[in-house]
């Protein structure tokens, strides 16, 4: 990888070495698997193979809600996938997501398991194969989806543009870091818009569009992420602030932060989750005197 700012690509791209940065050893440009390893399978009808990462986190806040709905079927296994250590290229996690990307489900509540992936077609599934949070009416259907799909095209640019370049790349580069921010900042400002308008992104339902851009963007703006907070000045948006201040004060939606989570304060991680009294387990770790 040259940093000089007098690179000039070559013709044709050769693979020489993993290019720099936090993800250089998993980094790779072919897909399929690396290594053999089954994936393991709890006794509910859903299986989630998956990290405490954004992406991640929107399916536990989706499974957290349904089960507080009183959805029994919701119930699932949630198992931790690595993606430092390169779990996601283990065969069994690829037979379900030959992308290698977390999160990826397993339904085997049908005759034959079905596979899902990637984040947005799993809460597109869970949301109609409940009947929750996915409104039935057509114009709240489809902003709802709208919302959805923005989240799914506008995220890259938040994660893999600005967060790469300004938490994660070996090199400080001084264009990509503000061409990424003044994108950023302009989504926020579209969220922030938005959300001045009505209580949530669909309008006064909650629905999976919210589960899906908190994460990211609510993320964001509470400063959980790439401690990018005061360089985007993420207190100016209101707005998105009040909408975040809502979604955290959800009982489902702080059990399904924490689910798969490996990073921050150990007493906080459920890492792996098999039932509900898992929560209650790492609290009990928490206590006093333990």
Same mark, same amino acid.
């Given at each position: 990888m040259a940093d000089s700012p007098d690179y000039t690509p070559p013709k044709v791209w050769?693979?020489?070495k993993p290019n720099g940065g936090t993800f250089a050893s998993v980094n790779r440009p072919i897909a399929g698997p690396t290594h053999e390893k089954p994936l393991p399978v709890g006794r509910h009808p859903l299986q989630l193979y998956s990290l405490g990462t954004?992406?991640?986190v929107?399916? /536990?806040i989706l499974l957290e809600e349904l089960l507080a709905l009183g959805h029994a079927g919701a119930e699932y296994d949630a198992w931790l996938i690595d993606i430092g250590k390169g779990d996601q290229f283990g065969s069994g996690f690829v037979q379900i997501?030959?992308?290698?990307?977390i999160p990826a489900l397993l339904d085997r509540? /049908?005759?034959k398991p079905i596979r899902v992936f990637e984040s947005g077609s799993i809460l597109l599934y869970l949301a109609e194969k409940f009947g929750a949070f996915l409104p039935q009416d057509l114009t709240a259907r489809t902003? /709802?989806?709208?919302?959805?799909f923005w989240q799914m095209g506008s995220a890259p640019f938040l994660g893999g543009g600005f967060g790469h370049f300004y938490a994660y790349a070996p090199t400080k580069i001084e264009y990509a870091i503000d061409r990424y921010a003044m994108e950023v900042k302009r989504q926020l400002d579209v969220l922030d818009r938005r959300l001045s308008e009505c209580a949530y992104l669909a309008g006064d339902e909650y629905t999976i569009a919210d589960m899906a851009?908190?994460?990211w963007y609510g993320g964001l703006a509470k400063g959980w992420s790439y401690g990018a907070g005061e360089f985007l000045s993420v207190q100016d948006y209101h707005h998105v602030q009040r909408w975040a201040d809502m979604l955290l004060a959800r009982p489902a939606v702080q059990r399904g932060r924490r689910v798969n989570s490996n990073r921050g304060d150990p007493s906080e991680q459920v890492r792996e989750r098999h039932d509900a009294s898992d929560f209650d387990a790492v609290m009990a770790q928490k206590a006093p005197g333990k």
């Open positions: 050769t693979w020489v954004p992406n991640g929107k399916v /536990t997501n030959p992308n290698s990307k509540s /049908t005759p902003e /709802t989806l709208s919302w959805l851009v908190f994460p």
